[in-house]
T-cell receptor, first 110, second 114 residues
């Protein structure tokens, strides 16, 4: 069965520091891959997506993600975190339906 | 404005009292879906619909019903709610039912069943 693993439940990063959120997927072939962000009390917003081609994809709000087939990973990165980035981040994969990871809560310290 | 709307946003009810959570989208999307979000479990799909009159079970369909009589609406029905259905529910839609299309999410409905 398809699965998505986000190994970190919580991550705390200092404002201005770099960020990497991990995501591993389990699937027979390369699925479509997504990162969503959920701010407190809000719905989910798409940050970026990968279908094929260039393995480094750029998203909104300065985020990027790199697809590594050999590691079945799709890690999310940002070079400099802002306090407004504090939110919960979800990795998802699939074709006709999406399977979500359990999420990583990002805390940003001053 | 292109959006997915859900009503109500908050609902407290008692065990066994039938309820419906409405979902509507104004983007002429074919695909619609319901998820529930629980702490530590992420989002789990309840039901989805590839188009009008076409619905299918997701990962956690027990205790829920859906219908898709019109393209824009996809209500979620709990005929006899139980406390384990206390959760945050999201409706989503996308242009088509393949993963290449972005899913747009509604604002969520927080349901408490006592």
């Amino acid at each position: 069965a398809q699965s998505v693993t986000q190994p970190d439940i919580h991550i705390t990063v200092s404002e201005g520091a770099s960020l990497e959120l991990r995501c591993n997927y389990s699937y027979g072939a390369t699925p479509y891959l997504f990162w969503y962000v959920q701010s407190p009390g809000q719905g989910l917003q798409l940050l970026l997506k990968y279908f094929s081609g260039d393995t480094l994809v750029q998203g909104i709000k300065g985020f990027e993600a790199e697809f590594k087939r050999s590691q079945s990973s799709f890690n999310l990165r940002k070079p400099s975190v802002h306090w407004s980035d504090a939110a919960e981040y979800f990795c998802a994969s699939g074709y006709s339906t999406l399977t979500f990871g359990k999420g990583t809560m990002l805390l940003v310290s001053p | 404005e292109a959006q997915v709307t859900q009503n109500p946003r908050y609902l407290i009810t008692v065990t066994g009292k039938k309820l419906t959570v409405t979902c509507s989208q104004n983007m002429n999307h074919e695909y619609m879906s319901w998820y529930r979000q629980d702490p530590g479990l992420g989002l789990r799909q309840i039901y989805y619909s590839m188009n009008v009159e076409v619905t299918d079970k997701g990962d956690v369909p027990e205790g829920y019903k859906v219908s898709r009589k019109e393209k824009r609406n996809f209500p979620l029905i709990l005929e006899s709610p139980s406390p384990n259905q206390t959760s945050l529910y999201f409706c989503a839609s996308s242009l088509k039912g393949t993963g290449s299309y972005e899913q747009y999410f509604g604002p969520g409905t927080r349901l408490t069943v006592t």
